[in-house]
């Protein structure tokens, strides 16, 4: 009541200028009972603010809690890496004086420690908290602060304890590019006044700010490793494999304070029930501070330990013990919400006192987490021995980046893989020798590499928080299979593989011209420089082999062609850009001698065979109801990965375009095919006539759908209208039978409590499936099979085109499910249905894609649709038959 008091004196006062009054000092953090000392300096007297009285920049936290470090002898900080924008990601390692004296062998010993080759209590527990991987929650980094000044300046002979057995890791932050987004938000709307109305625009960030530059959800990022971020604290935690790792975060602001150990049946089944039991046992001191304020807290539903890929549950595949830490989030600084005021420091302060009774639960529970974790990497052992199975091959047929870039992958999950010097043939397919690679079985964690490796179709439950499937091979688009020891003998291994990427010679001078197969991860990257030095390129609609310095060539459907004749730019300068295409983007390029081809028909010169590009110049589309992370994967794949510009242009914003100046619209879509209309009936009018033009325009998910209709209703204009007939439409008679009922019966009554199960049991919340690849096709130009996985998290089907059947490239496999969930009745709605939909609209190009093809940059086989979608979308035909009559469909 005091502090509240005080509080209102300060807002009355005509001599308060600092702003809303609900920061807080120093006093208010420190630990009742526990002596502080006082030569420490607090937050505000560095910063000139307290924390809750506006957001802490994130240069002036990484200055204060640096400055602790520099003053104290228990505290160490490391940048172990950078974001985007090139903000510093850090580690601050806590431990007595004399831990800091011998850090590397406390490190080696208790790496020994996890494997049962060093006793119990031979080194220091090994403790992580991370903070900030949400830049849109704030307390989830300002908890940082009172954490490190804690053991900067707390006295006594607890804290010198907790020093003496403990090596605590605070990787501060994850997300810093997120955090600097909402704190320049919210200081954009500050006001000098108290406004805790959550709609006032101080508060409404969370989308925004939420994410990283490229707009990645960070803590989904742990197993996928696309992001610099991620890879920076990914090597540090495998640095020191810690015991108990926490996770901190905030939801939506009415919600009371959360921590694991989650929903009960919802873990994965290669996380042992013990890592449960232990989270609940260490959630008891949690409880007990909560209970000492009389504070709303729930523990066990809502949040499950399944997906391996977040930052709760990554530990637990890995040996520790992961606990999730959630907060109602005070967004801007302070809100009204139905549980009462949130504030920012109160959320800092509860974030803060739930770290230490993390940090003092697992000293309570030492002996029993090191048993746990001894346990677990023993059963590892025993469990590869019992298997039968030595490992796992894979190659990557025509693109040796790709499986290079996993082998780099599983790399940084510490994981070994070993180059195959042999050929190995296992189920009548061969993995060459110097393209292929061998992951044994046999490794401290292997749980890890069997969530990788190993295919889920089955589950206790059907409610999934985050996706349902991620084999990564399939995701990679790999061939990959488990193999015997007799099947891998050690003659077969040449030794450790990393992954480099290799560089390809240097092109011999040309002739005639220069040629390169389009297989390649970087083919389009090398396109790309082509054309955007504005040099003449034709790429090849058949297979055919060229006649080059090195001998005859073969090339696939895609492969790329620059001739000299004709050419505006100097042949020194093509050729100096040949030199970096194969350094760079590592594609062997070839000199052609001739333009006369050993392949009757198919000559470089023939225009039908070789066909003209030219420059993409690409919009995004944003906002205004398309969702952020989607947009965002699809600009890190072409701007990232392929160096591509693209022009970011928020929804709202596209009817002021000059659309004669863009060749491509990429439309990306959500998860409901029911959604309001994507754009409104004028600028959709705009667009397709911008698409007639000459426009090619990608649509995915949600809005691919949508555009279906649109474009459907569009020719149907000024036709007669179908009668309508009464009677059940095929989804209720799908529905009637697959509860029971007789047809047009209606409804049943259900069970209340039975709701949140029945209304997930046909939703697909992330699964892989199968698909054919026409690799004829324009889209299927470059891949090797027609064997292609996709990642689909939508329940919707396209519409099949009836007057051309060369329209679906890409169709989904009769049994497609291959990893993850979905229901019998989705799975007989999607097999056989169209993947990718792709025709010509007068003069341009529609593509539409019911699955996100680069699904958290995460699906480099797929990701070569989007390229093909975008290089060449203008080598797509329009049939010249009639197919619509009987007997003419093929």
Known sequence: ??????????????????????????????????????????FEAQAGYEIGQRPVRFSDMVSYLRGLAQRSDRISVETIGYSHERRPILTFTVTSPDNHENLESIRETHLKRLEGRAAADAAPMVLWINFGVHGAETSAMEA?????????????????????DAVMIFTVVFNPDGHARRIDHVQTFWSYSDNTDLNDAAHNMWIEARTNHYWFDLNRQWLLLTQPESQAWIRQW?????????DYHEMGSSSPYYFHPGEELRRNPLIPEQARKLARAIGERHAAFLDSEARLYWTEEGFDNFYIGKGSTYPQINGSLGILFEAGAARGGAVETERGLVETADNVRTQFRTALTTIEGSLDLRAEITAYQQEFFAENAREAERSGQAGWVFTAE?????????????????????????????????????????????QTN?????????????????????????????????????VSAREVRPEAQAGPAEGVFESAPPPDRASYGYVFDWSHSYAPRALNRLLAAELMVRAGMEETVVATTSGNVELGRGAIFVPLARQEVAREEIHAIMETIAAEDGIPVHAAES?????????????????????????????????????????????????????????EDLGSLDWDEYTHLVLVGGHGANEAPVLDENLTETMLGWVEGGGTLVATRGSAKWLQGEIANRANAGAPEDAVNGGETPEDEAKDEEAGRPAGSGPERLDFADMSLRDAKHVIGGAIFATDLDITHPLGFGFADRDLPVHRNVSFTLER??????????????????????????????????????????????????????????????????????????????????????????
């Open 1 to 42: 009541m005091l502090r509240r008091a005080l509080k209102l004196l300060a807002a009355l006062s005509l001599f308060t200028l600092a702003g809303p009054a609900f920061g807080e000092p120093v006093e208010f953090f420190q630990v009742d009972g526990v002596a502080y000392d006082e030569t420490v300096p607090a």
């Open 144 to 164: 940082a602060i009172p954490l490190v000044y804690h053991y900067a300046a707390a006295e006594g002979p607890d804290v010198e304890a907790q020093l003496d």
């Open 238 to 246: 495998h640095k020191w494999k810690p015991m108990v790792s926490a």
């Open 398 to 442: 025509g693109d040796r980046e790709r499986a290079a870039r996993f082998v780099r992958l599983l790399n940084m999950h510490d994981i070994d893989v070993i180059r195959l010097s042999a050929d190995i043939t296992v189920d009548e397919h061969t993995y060459r020798a110097g393209a292929s690679y061998y992951v044994p079985m046999s």
């Open 446 to 482: 292997n749980r890890l590499i069997r969530g990788i490796f190993e295919r889920f179709t089955q589950f206790e439950e059907n409610i999934f928080y985050d996706v349902s499937g991620w084999t990564l091979p399939l995701a990679y688009d790999l061939d990959y299979t488990a």
């Open 595 to 651: 333009g006369l081809t050993p392949v009757t028909g198919r000559d470089l010169g023939a225009s039908r065979i070789f066909r003209a590009l030219e420059e993409p110049r690409v919009v995004l589309a944003y906002d205004g109801g398309l969702p952020r992370y989607d947009a965002g994967e699809v600009w890190w794949t072409l701007d990232y990965r392929h160096r591509m510009p693209v022009t970011l242009v928020k929804k």
């Open 801 to 890: 085109p009836e007057e051309n059947p060369y329209a679906v490239p890409v169709q989904y496999a009769d049994d497609p499910l291959l990893t993850g969930y979905a229901s019998e009745r989705r799975l007989e709605e999607i097999g056989g249905s169209p993947s990718v939909v792709a025709e010509r609209l007068e003069s341009g190009a529609v593509i539409l894609m019911a699955d996100n093809p680069v699904f958290r940059a995460t699906y480099p086989g797929s990701e070569k649709l989007l390229m093909n979608a975008i290089f060449f979308s203008s080598l797509i035909d329009e049939p010249s038959g009639d197919y619509t009559l009987p007997g003419r469909v093929p």
